[in-house]
């Protein structure tokens, strides 16, 4: 089965950067759209960043203008770029692929893994 596996989360100041990698072990970004996750403490899990399989990017408002996703099909690779960081961006980074079911819900495919820890300090 697919696993994904998240890489490059770290602490970081306020207003840092960091970029935050997802690897799967088989072919599976160049055929889905991907999504970057993330879940705070005591939060539900919030899709904050997407990339279809044309190309096109989407982000959740509160990261807009920040966060950059990107794919690399030849690596089966997807990167989240973040800049600018603020404390309300510390969570749990996860990456998987993005699905709306038959009445809109959004989900990924595959089993999450445990992700990385993106901590942002004053």
């Known amino acids: 089965q697919v696993q994904l596996v998240e890489t490059g989360g770290g602490l970081v100041q306020t207003g840092g950067s960091l970029r935050v990698s997802c690897a799967a072990s088989v072919i599976t970004v160049s055929i889905n759209d991907m999504g970057w996750y993330r879940q705070a403490p005591g939060k539900q899990r919030e899709l904050v960043a997407e990339i279809t399989r044309g190309g096109r990017t989407n982000y959740a408002d509160s990261v807009k203008g920040r966060f950059t996703i990107s794919r690399d099909n030849a690596k089966n690779t997807v990167d989240l770029q973040m800049n600018s960081l603020k404390p309300e961006d510390t969570a749990v980074y996860y990456c998987?692929?993005?699905?709306?079911?038959?009445?809109?819900?959004?989900?990924?495919?595959?089993?999450w893994g445990q992700g990385t820890q993106v901590t942002v300090s004053s």
């Open positions: 998987n692929t993005v699905k709306r079911g038959l009445r809109g819900e959004l989900y990924g495919d595959y089993s």
